[in-house]
């Protein structure tokens, strides 16, 4: 029997769907719109910081992507799939802490967890526990006793011991004191090492992001300005520092100067994207010395938002 063989090429390998994927979300409360068409992707298995100045819509955001405020145009997905509730299986891999928790005063915070346990498929009950030890919360304790740090903790613990895909957190440890902070952000960043886990959180304290070595969304005006990880945002942005004798009254013009302070006869000059080369010139024209440095998060926060 003679004939020919079709030969059916292998199907595409699909890369991996993000973890979470946003096109053209608007938000508004009555004439005040807070979102502007946010576009935004969040790839999974990274850390995000969302950074934004107070007002920008960093909360509404965060409501708006786990369906706990209605949407007033634009879409969400999550792993892939549109969103329009958190329901079925994607609640089992979502883990969420507000900026504050104020729910069940009348509960213990072992009869807590425990309810909230029977809602997720999985919750690893022996974390849970390591986690109360640690930070020193009485699982016997009743919540509307404990104080709002400790509320704080107690929604984290909540957040990570379902071991979720997806954690999000809305100022997480603004309660914290900075011992507890670095004990959540070592926690936070032992989850992350499983393949695929995706944090997304809002935070002021640029010191966390660092630790944690984030990706960096800059949400500012009601829109999205970029994600970049932070060590290629320290390869764009420097801070030349340029002295003479009598100092300035003002900058020069320089292209790709984000920002200008004068400090005694220091002019500090935050660039983007402009060659050392360059700098070293501005200074010879200037009659100027100069020194460059690399800015931290926290200035580039306060320059960029």
Known sequence: MS???AVVDPPAVRAAAPALAVRGLRKAFGKREVLRGVD???PAGRVIGLLGR?????TTLLRCLLGLSPLDAGEVELFGEPMTEP????LHRIGFVPQSFDLFPWMKVRGYLDFTAAFYARWN???ARRLLADWELDPRQKIGELSQGQRQKLAIVRA???EPDLLVLDEPVASLDPQARRAFMGELL???RAPGKTVIFSTHITADLERADADIALLREGRMQFTRPLAELRRHYARAVLA??????QAPALPGALGARIAGDELHLLTEDVPAERLHALAQEQGATLRLETPSLEDLFVELA
């Open 87 to 90: 329901g079925g299986e994607r």
């Open 244 to 249: 003479r004798p009598g100092g300035w009254t």
């Open 190 to 192: 032992a989850l992350m």
């Open 40 to 42: 935004w992707q969040v």
């Open 160 to 162: 990570i011991a379902p």
């Open 3 to 5: 004939g020919s063989i």
């Open 125 to 127: 009950h022996e974390l």
């Open 54 to 58: 107070n007002g920008a819509g960093k």
